[in-house]
């Protein structure tokens, strides 16, 4: 009999399906528009995605795993910070397995990254791996010996919303976060974070990707943003270092796509890792913008 697992990510603007069987093949995959503000449409969402894999595994009662762009209180099992705010304050868990009739795991996002690359991807075989996305938001997961680590407040891995490190105060009260507080990681490392550390260099707005291609094609401005950028990310990440020492960082999100990272990160790093070494591997994400997707397949088997 074939052990299926279904896995779905929901994103801000998009939300996806994967059918996978147990030896990490992909059977079945689907997209569909998330249904932005409206909590009791983005349940019904979810349950026909996953009625469309079972169709397709000609299987019902499989498990299902769920990445989300939150967490899970351990205190109310409600949905907390997350950036897509409909579903803050809402018992998900509770309300798809009821939906669902079966067991339905729920995690951040970035956890599923994490649980992804550990199982089948840049951090498979590696003890301790720190995954980092480094998109519109900036969230991280951690995975220890294959499994994620989520902590008593189910905030491991939030790196994103802790100040920049080695950095002024009148440049953190520069960047004001979603969250609240200034200076958040988030508001540095992510794709709109680079695009702000473009405008207040020079005053003008451009998106991130526009930004890293200019610097690759040797554009003088978009250069020295982008050398701003990557020592903001050596700091970020030295600062993680630091605390858990991971055997590898493995990234992900749009900016993971800017091959300067991988050239010229290592180089700095060792300026603020305590000791001043560094051997600690940093890699783009294997599985792409479907690590996600596949991590929260990987969770309903968890």
Request: hydrophobic share 35%; aromatic share 4%.
């Amino acid at each position: 009999m074939q052990n299926w697992l279904i896995g779905i990510d929901l994103g801000g603007t998009k939300t996806e399906v994967i059918l996978m069987d147990d030896q990490s093949n992909e059977r079945f995959r689907k997209r569909v528009d998330t249904p932005a503000g409206n909590y009791q449409a983005t349940l019904d969402t979810i349950h026909a995605l996953v009625k469309d894999a079972e169709n397709h595994a000609g299987a019902t009662g499989i498990p299902v795993g769920v990445g989300i762009p939150g967490s899970v209180s351990h205190k109310t099992g409600r949905i907390k910070n997350g950036n897509s705010t409909w579903i803050n304050g809402q018992p998900m868990q509770q309300h798809l397995r009821e939906l669902l009739q079966r067991p339905v795991t729920l995690t951040n996002d970035a956890n599923c990254l994490a649980l992804s690359e550990a199982t089948d991807g840049a951090g498979q075989n590696y003890h301790t791996v720190f995954a980092a996305i480094l998109g519109t938001g900036c969230g991280a997961g951690i995975s220890v010996n294959g499994r994620i680590l989520t902590g008593p407040n189910g905030v491991a891995g939030e790196w994103g919303h802790n100040p920049l490190p080695w950095t002024p105060e009148a440049e953190l009260q520069q960047r004001p976060c979603f969250c609240g507080r200034h200076g958040c990681k988030e508001t540095f490392l992510s794709g709109t974070g680079l695009s702000l550390t473009h405008k207040l260099h020079t005053g003008e707005q451009l998106p991130a990707h526009t930004i890293a291609a200019n610097a690759g094609n040797g554009e003088p401005e978009a250069g020295k943003t982008m050398d701003q950028y990557l020592e903001h990310l050596a700091r970020g990440l030295a600062a993680i270092i630091n605390v858990i020492d991971p055997d590898i960082i493995v990234l992900g999100g749009g900016m993971s796509n800017a091959g300067q990272i991988y050239q010229e990160l290592p180089a700095r790093l060792p300026s603020y890792v305590f000791g001043g070494e560094c051997d600690t591997l940093i890699v783009k994400a294997a599985h792409g913008d479907s690590s996600g997707v596949r991590g929260a397949a990987w969770l309903a088997n968890e």
